[in-house]
């Protein structure tokens, strides 16, 4: 059952969007986020939707694997929704008891959710048609300028995707664990919250123990194959910004426009 | 002069009790003599706790001796400036695959080792694609590590290594944890740079049947090395090698056995053709 869990789940296909440079991506999908708060209209609305729907479109991905993100934050959706729902103050639609739903709160639950599951959809995208390497890779390079502030960008970099590249293997160790202590009799499945969270611990400690061996290992590993830190270090691949990249980028940039000229006139 | 040589090695580390206070030392090698030429194919076998692995990882830095010293193509270990040229010289694998994948591609990973030592892209591709193709992987070059079986993953571990151009590679119980199929393409692999490539090989395991192909094997147990010689040599002294808690390939020991009952067959039998040759004579 835990091998349902995909994060950052990367859907192979041959498409526009999965040759283009990460940073774009990454610097596309900020910018799309935002650009969903800056209007109030319906017509808004329409623009962002043709935007995300060409993007699909051009993606190659399976439209399912893109709402498949949605599932995580249903129940955060419905709360959202019903909390605007109650919660505006405006005309009254129905009223019984101490609960008023008003035409504007009705309105702000709508373009709530749908907000909402843009904004999932379109991170989705993104994390679709990037490989996690690609993506750490995009923004170490993007981030670069911070190293100025003495962050360490390459190192948080290269965290990031050692932890993607372990997401698999502990799963795998969890999933061996939970068995390991059922076939001992341990119940994880009755019980109330905190009889059933107190059960995670047998899993938790074990779960840690490994990781961290597993950390020892790796720096063993990395350590004899010359790792010595970003200083130095070359790319097999590394990002050049080609003629598609600058194409995306005008492409964005007039989707911008398009959204800001709706949320003024509209 | 050899390619490795150790010399008079003691590596001692400290014992704690549970307070964290220093209970005293204890001596993971001991006085251990070690000359190790180019091309060779070495095995070190032992039983658990007999220090091969400490010891391999005095070959490529890792540890640094307590007494004695470490030798590498004339480096000394211990000196700071030539640490990544010997790191850069003698590749390691080690037991766990899993724990030793970085990257997210099986390409990506062959790429870490050279991508550290600050080759440029186009060499690099070609140094990947020549170690992959070492190792019989060049057609998963694109799969993520997860979906490879275990003896899949220590192939991509060793293109990794492969890929830094070293002059010898220390396997560390690379088939330990490998089912027999898995165990076969290893070793197989091992051989084929050994024969082809003629680098240099330091097999660490306790799987005696893998230590039949060796040039030479060194026996260690707590701390010393107890027997070395040619394979023939060592898995002759069956006797010697039981009293150092380790087995005999089962051929081996077949032969031992009807030797002892009276057959007129040589000691020192390794494969099973010489075993029929043998007995047919006989």
């Not at chain 1, 041959?14 to 708060?37: A, Q, W």
Request: net charge neutral; charged share 25%; with cysteine.
């Amino acid at each position: 059952m835990i091998r349902e869990i995909t994060l950052g789940q990367y859907y192979p296909a041959d498409s526009v969007l999965h040759r283009l440079d990460p940073r774009v991506k990454l610097f596309g999908t900020l910018l799309y986020v935002i650009s969903l708060f800056l209007f109030q209209s319906f017509t808004g609305y329409i623009v962002a939707t043709v935007f995300l729907a060409s993007l699909i479109a051009i993606s190659h991905v399976p439209v399912k694997f893109m709402f498949r993100g949605l599932k995580a934050i249903f129940i955060l959706l419905i709360f959202t929704a019903v909390l605007n729902m109650f919660l505006t103050p405006g005309r009254e639609l129905v009223s019984f008891w101490k609960i008023t739903i008003t035409i504007e709160g009705l309105r702000f639950a709508a373009f709530m959710i749908l907000r909402l599951t843009y904004l999932i959809t379109g991170s989705s995208i993104m994390t679709l048609t990037t490989t996690p390497s690609n993506l750490t890779d995009g923004l170490e390079k993007s981030m670069r300028w911070m190293n100025i502030l003495k962050v360490p960008v390459h190192e948080i970099a290269m965290m990031m995707s050692i932890a993607l590249t372990f997401i698999p293997v502990l799963l795998e160790e969890t999933d061996r664990i939970i068995k390991a202590q059922q076939a001992r009799g341990a119940d994880f499945e009755s019980g109330n919250l905190i009889h059933r969270i107190r059960a995670l611990v047998p899993i938790l400690v074990p779960l840690f123990v490994s990781a961290f061996r597993r950390a020892n290992d790796l720096a063993l590993a990395m350590e004899s194959r010359c790792y010595r830190g970003g200083e130095g270090r070359t790319k097999m691949r590394p990002l050049r910004y080609e003629r598609r990249d600058i194409i995306a980028y005008l492409v964005l940039a007039l989707y911008i426009a398009c959204i800001i000229t709706v949320g003024i006139l509209f | 002069m050899n390619l490795i040589s150790a010399r008079k090695l003691i590596f001692e580390y400290v014992r704690r009790d549970k307070n964290g206070d220093v209970d005293g030392f204890s001596r993971a090698i001991d006085e251990v003599d070690l000359e190790i030429s180019r091309g060779d194919f070495v095995a070190i076998l032992g039983p658990n706790g007999s220090g091969k692995s400490t010891l391999a990882k005095h070959l490529n830095s890792l540890l640094f001796p307590t007494e004695g010293t470490v030798f590498v193509d004339g480096w000394d270990t211990t000196d700071a400036e030539k640490i990544w040229d010997i790191r850069k010289s003698v590749g390691m694998v080690f037991q766990n695959p899993e724990n030793q994948m970085i990257g997210t591609i099986v390409e990506e990973d062959v790429a870490f080792g050279p991508e550290n030592m600050g080759i440029e892209p186009e060499n690099i591709k070609e140094r990947v694609k020549e170690s992959l193709t070492m190792v019989e992987m060049y057609d998963h070059r694109k799969t993520s590590p997860s979906k490879l079986s275990g003896g899949q993953k220590q192939r991509v571990a060793i293109a990794g290594v492969l890929a830094m151009h070293p002059k010898c590679i220390v396997l560390d119980e690379p088939t330990a944890m490998l089912d027999p199929v898995g165990r076969e393409e290893v070793i197989r692999a091992i051989r084929g740079l050994n024969d082809v490539e003629n680098i240099t090989i330091i097999l660490i395991t306790h799987n005696m049947e893998e230590a039949v192909f060796a040039d030479k094997i060194y026996v260690m147990n707590e701390g010393h090395i107890v027997m070395s010689g040619t394979p023939k040599e060592v898995f002759s002294r069956v006797d010697e090698l039981r009293e150092n808690r380790l087995n005999v390939p089962e051929v081996t020991l077949l032969a031992h056995e009807l030797a002892k009952a009276g057959l007129n067959i040589p000691p020192g039998i390794l494969t099973r053709k010489e075993l029929c040759n043998c007995l047919c004579r006989s």
